[in-house]
């Protein structure tokens, strides 16, 4: 086998890889929008706007990560992929910290309570 058909072997497969990622990718960023219509109350959405979301984030800008030539543009989307996974869950946490103390009810009230019908915050 020569050189130019191992390289075009590679790049075949790296773009079926980058394919089944940006369409896993997808499906998982539907899940999660289909999923803001079905949820009945502010933390069931909160939850479900940030696991599917996150997972279909992380798999797009991996596709991308495998498209792109090596360098400046795939640090960047490396930085752009590790932002994602720190910002997305600290921001649901912060709007679900906000609505518990802003008194806003679960649609299922939960068995254990920890918080009481006091604040989160102390």
């Known amino acids: ?12 497969a790296l773009d079926v890889v980058a394919a089944v ?3 896993a990718g997808t499906a998982f960023t539907a899940v999660a929008a289909v999923g803001l219509f079905r949820m009945r109350d502010l ?4 939850h479900v706007a940030t696991k ?3 997972l279909g984030v992380a798999l797009t800008l991996t ?3 495998l498209q792109v030539p ?4 795939t640090l960047q989307l490396v930085v752009a992929l590790v932002f994602q996974f720190w910002a997305i ?7 679900g910290r906000a609505a518990r103390s802003a008194g806003v009810a679960p649609a299922v009230p939960d068995v254990v309570d920890e918080y009481g019908d006091g604040d989160p915050d102390g």
């Open 1 to 12: 086998m020569t050189a130019t058909a191992t390289a075009t072997m590679t790049a075949t």
């Open 21 to 23: 990622l940006l369409v």
């Open 43 to 46: 933390y069931g959405r909160i």
């Open 52 to 54: 599917p979301a996150t």
């Open 63 to 65: 596709a991308a990560i």
């Open 70 to 73: 090596f360098g400046a543009r």
């Open 89 to 95: 869950p600290a921001g649901s946490h912060m709007l």
